[in-house]
């Protein structure tokens, strides 16, 4: 079967089918508001909601409105500005000092201070931790008290994106309670000193939260208009949208793009759009991490993958809404992101059927494609393009958690997957994760390992430039994860909402409010 750009043909005909929408009578959400209540979808379960312990977004999402850092990334202008940090001052390219803010609390009433900060960087800059995502902290050296509020930082080396990733990533425990709970203990309930705090905490079907009320004067988060949130965990967007029709949630995220028009003719319903960080790609295991047979162990097969995929065609007319297709393996606006050096595959079957024959693969192959990847439709229409050039992608959809699993334990030969980077705006929140021999790096490539080392180890941006710009030219050259389109968040939500999106795909629900 041919795919073509023209049309898309069966392809991305047969993914561009909608869920038909039905009507359903109007019932004002008058209840959640007099309620004061918010009524969330999330797509996935979370299994560890201290999000030090999964890479998820959803984790990443639930742990913002209930846990601070030292610093707070403002989300309209990306301006690094205080949080339980007042001041900052860089001693040396690999020092940091902090004065911390007094009179802060955590949830359950201990006082927040500079042991807290010290004992949460050290835990989490230490290997034995076993962190979801270890680049994000590697670069710590330690913390160290000096004085009664006020903390330094080392780094292992220059760290240009240090408050990046204190701001986005690195939320501050209570010292005590987590060391008496335990860790296991402390993650059923985690404790922070964001605007909300935990009140449930149930890894199959959701979380619930309520607006903390001693949140810290001048918090760059604000008191919260809505009093509770109820988040739910819905596996599949069919039964998210529907929920949502019938008013029974209140707000979704990631529905099918097909559907943006119908929700926004309904009187009670609106819909909005805004292009993310997230980068969708296909990583394939270049390394024989799931079996030295695999034909992704050969150059010219995976050549054949990234020809084989009208990218564009998937970015335009399936994500739609402004999404595009990176040529580099990071996000266009990432420091270091240049997608000049990189070698660029147009979508050609014909080269693709060509370079399969000179791998060994005159043929095809079968092979398993896994997925968490929503709407299925786009997971499908990868599919139908490696099948019409003789790769027999056997497609295996999963629950995120469980790809993430399996892909940690080097089993999957082919994955569909996004990284958001964890919206830090720098090629180190990406490249490191999937190319410094980590359990997401299916290159195991010695010289790309050293490369992106080397970029992250100097306050030298001329010299991050040169070697994340080889780091690129060798990843796009060696075909190894193939980017495939940038993310468009698609938002669904009572009209009666107010809620503001922001590019870095990290919704705020301290800043909704009911009108």
Not at 193 to 208: C, L, S
Not at 225 to 239: E, F, M, N
Not at 432 to 453: Q, T
Request: hydrophobic residues 40%.
């Amino acid at each position: 079967m041919s795919i073509g750009r023209r049309g898309l043909g069966q392809g991305i005909a047969a993914a561009a089918g909608g869920l038909a929408l039905p009507w359903i009578g109007a019932r004002p959400a008058e209840a959640q508001r007099s309620a004061n209540t918010l009524r969330i979808a999330f797509r996935d379960a979370v299994p560890n909601v201290d999000p030090y312990f999964n890479s998820q977004r959803t984790g990443l999402i639930i742990a913002h409105q209930a846990m601070d850092g030292l610093v707070h990334r403002d989300p309209a202008t990306f301006r690094i500005v205080p949080a339980l940090a007042t001041e900052w001052r860089w001693v040396d390219p690999r020092t940091l000092d902090f004065t911390l803010r007094q009179g802060v609390k955590f949830h359950d009433g201990s006082a927040f201070g500079a042991d807290d900060v010290v004992y949460t960087i050290n835990t989490v800059a230490d290997p034995a931790t076993r962190v979801a995502t270890p680049s994000n902290y590697a670069w710590i050296e330690g913390a160290e008290k000096t004085g009664a509020n006020t903390v330094r930082l080392t780094m292992k080396r220059p760290t240009p994106a240090a408050l990046e990733y204190l701001a986005l990533v690195t939320p501050i425990w209570p010292k005590a309670t987590r060391e008496r709970l335990g860790a296991e203990g402390f993650s059923r309930m985690p404790i922070g000193t964001g605007p909300y705090r935990f009140t449930k905490v149930d890894v199959a079907t959701g979380v619930e939260f309520e607006r903390f009320n001693d949140y810290y004067e001048g918090g760059p988060k604000g008191r919260p208009a809505i009093q509770k949130l109820v988040a739910r965990y819905i596996g599949d967007a069919a039964t998210e949208l529907t929920e949502l029709l019938g008013q029974r949630v209140d707000w979704i995220w990631n529905m099918n793009p097909d559907q943006v028009a119908n929700v926004n003719r309904l009187p009670y319903l609106q819909a909005t759009r805004q292009e993310s960080m997230r980068v969708g790609f296909l990583s394939l295991d270049a390394a024989g991490r799931s079996g030295a047979d695999n034909p992704m162990t050969k150059l010219k097969a995976r050549q054949a993958v990234w020809h084989a995929i009208d990218r564009t065609a998937i970015a335009e007319r399936l994500v739609g809404g402004g999404s595009r297709v990176p040529p580099a393996p990071c996000f266009p606006s990432q420091f270091g992101c240049n997608g000049d050096v990189a070698t660029t595959y147009a979508y050609d079957p014909a080269k693709a059927r060509a370079l399969l024959a000179e791998a060994g693969y005159a043929n095809g192959f079968d092979i398993e494609l896994t997925s968490y990847v929503q709407p299925r439709q786009w997971s499908e229409a990868v599919q139908n393009y490696l099948r019409a050039v003789g790769i027999r992608a056997n497609l295996n959809l999963m629950q995120v958690a469980a790809q993430i699993q399996r892909s940690q334990r080097g089993e999957l030969a082919m994955q569909m997957a996004s990284w958001g980077s964890y919206s830090i705006n720098d090629v180190s929140a990406i490249l490191p994760n999937y190319f410094s021999g980590g359990a997401d790096d299916y290159a195991r490539d010695p010289e790309m390992i050293r490369l992106v080392e080397e970029g992250g180890s100097t306050a030298d941006e001329e010299a991050r430039k040169t070697a994340y710009d080889a780091a690129i030219k060798r990843a796009t050259e060696q075909a190894y994860w193939c980017p495939l389109h940038t993310y468009v968040s698609t938002f669904g939500f009572q009209k009666q909402l107010e809620f503001p999106t922001f590019a870095d795909e990290l919704p705020r629900f301290y800043l909704a409010k009911w009108k």
